[in-house]
């Protein structure tokens, strides 16, 4: 079973800065990796899909990049609405268990 | 515009069963492998399972494996989930979730199951 490890937990970043999270995959995924932003009281919107494809309507400001174990989401300008928990998954076609990571909290500075 | 939204989340004691359904709309439902996700309070999300579009195959958690079933009927777009034996632990925000080439595209709102005594 492939097993998704976010860091850091927490992130504090001040509006307009850059923001990198992380995540790491127990064996290779190549780039069948995923990310998603969770607002509270809100489902998961899928922000990157292909370890670096944002998905319809995402802005330029958010970018993923990486394979195989370990990926990144960079946020280039924190903006307000960008405050949320973000989860990356893995989908690699077989076994088809699709593990998230444990989330990464990005919190106002 | 795709939706889907989920019902049948209540309180039920441990040990006791729920099934879960999620209504699907704005695209072709029996194209497409649907998946059902949980979030415990304050907690990450956690897969739990998938079904491919003819419910030819299923898949599942360990953390549920041989206590929940998947299942789906398309002639009326909506998918279940079968949850026996049900544990403290289950307690969670269940989500209907549709795949796209493999990926989690669309989420529903999601139902509550509470397993408490």
């Known amino acids: 079973e492939i097993v998704m490890t976010q860091s850091p937990a927490t992130l504090s970043v001040s509006p307009g800065e850059r923001a990198t999270l992380s995540c790491r995959a127990s064996?290779?995924?190549?780039?069948?990796l995923a990310w998603y932003q969770q607002k509270p009281g809100q489902a998961p919107r899928l922000l990157i899909y292909g370890a670096s494809t944002r998905a319809t309507g995402i802005p330029a400001r958010f970018s993923g990049s990486g394979s195989g174990t370990e990926f990144t989401l960079t946020i280039s300008s924190l903006q307000s609405e960008d405050f949320a928990v973000y989860y990356c998954?893995?989908?690699?076609?077989?076994?088809?268990?699709?593990?998230f990571g444990q989330g990464t909290k990005v919190e106002i500075k | 515009e795709v939706q889907l939204v989920e019902s049948g989340g209540v309180v039920v004691q441990p040990g006791g069963s729920l099934r879960l359904s999620c209504a699907a709309s704005g695209f072709t439902f029996d194209d497409y492998t649907m998946h059902w996700v949980r979030q415990a309070p304050g907690m990450g999300l956690e897969w739990v399972s998938l079904?491919?579009?003819?419910?030819?195959?299923?898949f599942y958690a360990d953390s549920v494996k041989g206590r929940f079933t998947v299942s789906r009927d398309n002639s009326i777009n909506s998918l279940y989930l079968q949850m026996n034996s049900l544990r403290t632990e289950d307690t969670a925000l269940y989500y209907c979730a549709k795949e796209r080439g493999k990926l989690i595209d669309y989420w529903g709102q999601g139902t509550l199951v509470t397993v408490s005594s």
């Open positions: 079904i491919t579009w003819d419910g030819g195959s299923t």
């Open positions: 998954q893995q989908y690699k076609n077989w076994p088809p268990v699709r593990a």
């Open positions: 064996q290779s995924v190549s780039s069948n």
